[in-house]
T-cell receptor
Framework: SQTIHQWPATLVQPVGSPLSLECTVEGTSNPNLYWYRQAAGRGLQLLFYSVGIGQISSEVPQNLSASRPQDRQFILSSKKLLLSDSGFYLC?????????????FGEGSRLTVL | GQNIDQPTEMTATEGAIVQINCTYQTSGFNGLFWYQQHAGEAPTFLSYNVLDGLEEKGRFSSFLSRSKGYSYLLLKELQMKDSASYLCAVVDSNYQLIWGAGTKLIIKP
């Protein structure tokens, strides 16, 4: 069966510090991978998605970046965090050959920037 | 612009029935998802509708009317564990998911 795991689950970082959130998927090959941010009272905001190794599409301009060094690994990074980066970050995957496929989410990472 | 509207919060009683509505205005339509999200957890899939009509899955049903840009999620025989947020999401013409802000459902004994 397929599983998705992201970490860390919770982190508190000072403004200007770097960030690295990691996500891995097991039990499937060549998944589509996504990073979402969820702010309180707002819908899920797509930050990045990837259809293959090294292929990253950015949906919103920001101080975040994403990388996909391996087929089933997706990393969200920042060199200098802003207060507005606080939120609940979700990694997700979907089957690559289905345009309207169901998303499977990781456990989420709650980031607080102080 | 693209817009998904759903009520912010609803309250219902254990054992009752509740209907959560979702209206959408999007550039094209390629399906609508409902997800359940418990506080502090990841969303989990509930249903997917692409054709008009009602899809029933146990205590949960989802309805779609494409001509009206409208869907609802119907929850029957409510249980305390159904207290969660319910997210509506539409697949647009570019096969991108557009998410609503979610409806927080509070179940009272």
């Amino acid at each position: 069966s397929q599983t998705i795991h992201q970490w860390p689950a919770t982190l508190v970082q000072p403004v200007g510090s770097p960030l690295s959130l990691e996500c891995t998927v097991e039990g499937t090959s060549n998944p589509n991978l996504y990073w979402y941010r969820q702010a309180a009272g707002r819908g899920l905001q797509l930050l990045f998605y990837s259809v293959g190794i090294g292929q990253i599409s950015s949906e919103v301009p920001q101080n975040l970046s994403a990388s996909r060094p391996q087929d089933r690994q997706f990393i969200l990074s920042s060199k200098k965090l802003l207060l507005s980066d606080s939120g609940f970050y979700l990694c997700a995957w979907s089957v690559s050959d289905r345009d309207t496929g169901e998303l499977f989410f990781g456990e989420g990472s709650r980031l607080t920037v102080l | 612009g693209q817009n998904i509207d759903q009520p912010t919060e609803m309250t219902a009683t254990e054992g009752a029935i509740v209907q959560i509505n979702c209206t959408y205005q999007t550039s094209g339509f390629n399906g609508l998802f409902w997800y359940q999200q418990h506080a502090g957890e990841a969303p989990t899939f509930l249903s997917y509708n692409v054709l008009d009509g009602l899809e029933e899955k146990g205590r949960f049903s989802s309805f779609l009317s494409r001509s009206k840009g409208y869907s609802y999620l119907l929850l029957k025989e409510l249980q305390m564990k159904d207290s969660a947020s319910y997210l509506c999401a539409v697949v647009d013409s570019n096969y991108q998911l557009i998410w609503g802000a979610g409806t927080k459902l509070i179940i009272k004994p």
